[in-house]
């Protein structure tokens, strides 16, 4: 069956959307169902996706799609936390991908008996891994926050790498001369330079524009970020070939630590996108496979695979991780997960075309080798990691820290007192400015609507002690909570409310708490705080006292003037809620307003159930 190209791009978009919601429902990694989808619907399947009909565009549809992928990838990239690894993350992309490659290519000629330059390719193409894959599979498992950061970085960052010494090994074989290969790596680093320059530079132009509403508004920012993100890939290879890869990247790095008050729009838009162009792509270029091809490897083709998971890989973890604090059971989890993705296909799918116009013999065989790599690992991977996770240890800690949905000031209050008590707290709201303090304040923020599965999912609230509904509207919290109920029952829910709208019954089927013990006014508190006349008061009891009701009665009917914010309980803080039992807390933290303080302390000082610290003035 012949479909003209606009109808096969369109059909295959829809293809790659199908999977990607199947996935989803199966708990997959897209991945798995585009390359069964290539297959189907590919010449050896259906027929209605060919690309040979795209004939000279397939180049520059790929090059396009995969520097809007990299741009989001780099945007994800957090330059606070990679400087906390830095060490091995910079051994993973510089002499970790030469291991990779000087590994790949003996695997090549020794177990597929392939020619030094054949094998020398398939080295090159495999450095990269696939961080289209990666990221989301780390999110799901819940990994340690600094595994998940290496892993991440290297995804992204190989890519640029690992392309260009790929595209240039291209051209060395292409030109079978000795001093080509040494002019060739020489050009590398320049390339790499030049790539590293521009996009820092191209990417400071950007966040020096977007910081500016009154030049670019607010909801033309997505847009006119992917436009300028799609100039610096092609302006960078029209001034130093095939340097645009690494200049996009980074210019996406630059652009999301840029503190920009759109990053969350931004973010959401690009992931979107990327989704649509990954389903694409891999529909596609899965379909230029010949499944006969494929089988023409033989066993030997599964054990170069193997070797390149359980022996190269394992070696270039153990050099980049050597004299660093990274523990043996995150070595080997790094080891173990190295799944490859859109880029390799992408290259792969290049050189075969290019061998093929040279003149040059086996890239068939390169390309369906190096899909072997990319179907092995991602479908043993990705439908393992999870376990594997769980049997090193290595899953970032259960029942660790709170949510807390929204960023005002009153949240703001409750999660650095949360802090004190070493928990990890992260604050969700969608508000520019709310976000903007959040981070003044040294919290952690994540900006997004906290209605969306994705947000709570970035928060991890699977992992949290507690989610805390904090916003000024009890609908909100409520179908937020119900959410992450949906997401997750391990979290204790607190649900804050104005007016007490929502009934016991309500609560207990959400299995909530209401937050605070009593109706709470969000924005009257917050005010407060801002104007600086709230005092922050902490208690503690007596011995041998029991003062549960005789320090409650103190806020009863005072919601204008008490909050109890917080309580310690067997040695942790923990925000103060309705089913607190005080006499088993060995600390009570309130809130008063100024101009009430004196008189309701010296109140609760009086009845001799509660003292404060000693040291502190009465």
């Given at each position: 069956?012949?479909l003209?190209?606009?109808?096969m791009?369109?059909?295959?978009?829809?293809i790659?959307?199908?999977?990607?919601?199947?996935?989803?429902?199966l708990?997959?990694?897209g991945?798995?169902?585009?390359?069964?989808?290539?297959?189907?619907?590919?010449?050896?399947?259906?027929?209605?996706?060919?690309?040979?009909?795209?004939?000279?565009?397939?180049?520059?549809l790929?090059?396009?799609?995969?520097?809007?992928?990299?741009?989001?990838?780099?945007?994800?990239?957090?330059?606070?936390a990679?400087?906390?690894?830095?060490?091995?993350?910079?051994r993973?992309?510089?002499?970790?991908?030469?291991?990779?490659?000087?590994?790949?290519?003996?695997?090549?000629?020794?177990?597929?008996?392939w020619?030094?330059?054949?094998?020398?390719l398939?080295?090159?193409?495999?450095?990269?891994?696939?961080?289209?894959?990666?990221?989301?599979?780390?999110?799901?498992i819940?990994?340690?926050?600094?595994?998940?950061?290496?892993l991440?970085?290297?995804?992204?960052?190989i890519?640029?790498?690992?392309?260009?010494?790929?595209?240039?090994?291209l051209?060395?074989?292409?030109?079978?001369?000795?001093?080509?290969?040494?002019?060739?790596?020489?050009?590398?680093?320049?390339?790499?330079?030049?790539?590293g320059?521009?996009?820092?530079?191209?990417?400071?132009a950007?966040?020096?524009?977007?910081?500016?509403?009154?030049?670019?508004?607010?909801?033309?920012a997505?847009?006119?970020?992917?436009?300028?993100?799609l100039v610096?890939?092609?302006?960078?290879?029209?001034?130093f070939?095939?340097?645009?890869?690494?200049?996009v990247?980074?210019?996406?790095?630059?652009?999301?630590?840029?503190?920009?008050?759109?990053?969350?729009?931004?973010?959401?838009?690009?992931?979107q996108?990327?989704?649509?162009?990954?389903?694409?792509?891999?529909?596609?270029?899965?379909?230029?496979?010949?499944?006969a091809d494929?089988?023409?490897?033989g066993?030997?083709g599964?054990?170069?695979?193997l070797?390149?998971?359980f022996?190269?890989?394992?070696?270039?973890?153990?050099w980049?991780s050597?004299?660093?604090?990274l523990?043996?059971?995150?070595?080997?989890?790094?080891?173990?997960?190295?799944?490859?993705?859109?880029?390799?296909?992408?290259?792969?799918?290049?050189?075969?075309t290019?061998?093929?116009?040279?003149?040059?013999?086996?890239?068939?065989?390169?390309?369906?080798?190096?899909?072997?790599v990319?179907?092995?690992?991602?479908?043993?991977?990705?439908?393992?990691?999870?376990?594997?996770?769980?049997?090193?240890?290595?899953?970032?800690?259960?029942?660790?820290?709170?949510?807390?949905?929204?960023?005002?000031?009153?949240?703001?209050?409750?999660?650095?007192?949360?802090?004190?008590?070493?928990?990890?707290?992260?604050?969700?709201d969608?508000?520019?400015r709310?976000?903007?303090?959040?981070?003044?304040?040294?919290?952690?923020?994540?900006?997004?609507?906290?209605m969306?599965?994705?947000?709570?999912?970035?928060?991890m609230?699977?992992?949290?002690?507690?989610?805390?509904?904090?916003?000024?509207n009890?609908?909100?919290?409520?179908?937020?909570?119900?959410?992450?109920?949906?997401?997750s029952?391990?979290?204790?829910?607190?649900?804050?409310?104005?007016?007490?709208?929502?009934?016991?019954?309500?609560?207990?089927?959400?299995?909530?708490?209401?937050?605070?013990?009593q109706?709470?006014?969000?924005?009257?508190w917050?005010?407060?705080?801002?104007?600086?006349?709230?005092?922050?008061?902490?208690?503690?009891?007596?011995?041998?006292?029991?003062?549960?009701a005789?320090?409650?009665?103190?806020?009863?009917?005072?919601?204008?003037?008490?909050?109890?914010?917080?309580?310690t309980?067997?040695g942790?803080?923990?925000?103060?809620?309705?089913?607190v039992?005080?006499a088993?807390?060995?600390?009570?933290?309130?809130?008063?307003h100024?101009?009430?303080?004196?008189?309701?302390?010296q109140?609760?000082?009086?009845?001799?159930?509660?003292?404060?610290?000693v040291?502190?003035n009465?």
């Open positions: 069956m012949s003209s190209v606009p109808l791009l369109s059909l295959a978009l829809l790659g959307v199908i999977c990607q919601i199947i996935a989803r429902f708990q997959l990694p991945i798995v169902l585009f390359l069964l989808a290539g297959v189907a619907f590919g010449p050896d399947g259906l027929g209605v996706i060919d690309p040979v009909t795209l004939g000279s565009r397939t180049t520059e790929i090059g396009m799609a995969v520097a809007v992928i990299l741009f989001e990838g780099g945007m994800l990239l957090r330059m606070d990679m400087k906390r690894n830095a060490v091995v993350i910079r993973l992309i510089t002499s970790g991908a030469v291991l990779t490659a000087i590994g790949g290519t003996f695997a090549a000629r020794l177990i597929m008996d020619s030094w330059s054949l094998s020398f398939f080295g090159t193409l495999i450095i990269v891994t696939g961080p289209t894959v990666v990221t989301p599979l780390l999110h799901r819940g990994i340690r926050r600094n595994l998940q950061t290496i991440q970085a290297e995804g992204v960052l890519d640029p790498v690992g392309a260009l010494i790929a595209v240039i090994g051209e060395v074989v292409i030109s079978g001369a000795p001093m080509d290969a040494a002019i060739g790596f020489a050009d590398l680093g320049f390339r790499l330079a030049f790539g320059v521009a996009g820092a530079l191209g990417g400071m950007l966040v020096w524009i977007l910081r500016r509403p009154h030049i670019v508004p607010d909801e033309y997505n847009i006119l970020t992917l436009a300028s993100a610096i890939f092609q302006a960078s290879n029209a001034i070939h095939e340097s645009g890869i690494m200049t990247t980074i210019a996406g790095v630059v652009v999301g630590n840029g503190k920009l008050p759109t990053r969350h729009k931004m973010l959401e838009f690009k992931e996108l990327t989704l649509l162009l990954i389903g694409l792509l891999f529909v596609v270029l899965t379909a230029s496979i010949r499944l494929i089988v023409e490897l066993w030997a599964v054990f170069t695979v070797s390149v998971m022996i190269v890989r394992p070696i270039v973890v153990i980049s050597w004299g660093t604090k523990g043996k059971r995150e070595r080997l989890f790094m080891s173990f997960l190295a799944p490859r993705g859109i880029v390799a296909a992408a290259v792969a799918s290049l050189f075969a290019r061998l093929a116009e040279n003149g040059l013999s086996g890239g068939n065989q390169l390309r369906a080798l190096v899909f072997l990319i179907a092995t690992t991602v479908i043993l991977q990705g439908l393992s990691a999870d376990f594997v996770a769980g049997f090193l240890g290595v899953r970032r800690p259960r029942n660790n820290g709170y949510v807390i949905l929204g960023a005002h000031r009153l949240a703001r209050a409750l999660a650095q007192k949360l802090m004190e008590g070493d928990q990890d707290v992260v604050l969700l969608r508000d520019d709310k976000c903007r303090e959040a981070e003044r304040d040294g919290l952690r923020i994540i900006h997004g609507n906290i969306e599965e994705s947000v709570l999912k970035r928060a609230v699977d992992t949290r002690r507690g989610v805390i509904g904090l916003v000024n009890v609908g909100v919290n409520l179908e937020a909570l119900r959410k992450v109920l949906q997401l029952k391990a979290p204790r829910l607190y649900l804050t409310q104005k007016n007490r709208d929502v009934d016991h019954e309500t609560l207990r089927s959400l299995m909530a708490v209401e937050a605070f013990g109706p709470v006014d969000a924005v009257y917050s005010h407060l705080l801002d104007r600086q006349q709230v005092e922050l008061v902490t208690l503690v009891p007596k011995p041998g006292a029991s003062g549960q005789s320090i409650q009665k103190h806020w009863q009917d005072k919601a204008y003037a008490v909050l109890p914010l917080t309580v309980r067997a942790q803080i923990e925000p103060y809620a309705s089913d039992d005080l088993s807390c060995s600390e009570l933290t309130i809130l008063l100024s101009l009430s303080s004196t008189e309701i302390l109140e609760i000082l009086q009845d001799g159930a509660w003292q404060q610290p040291g502190t009465a």
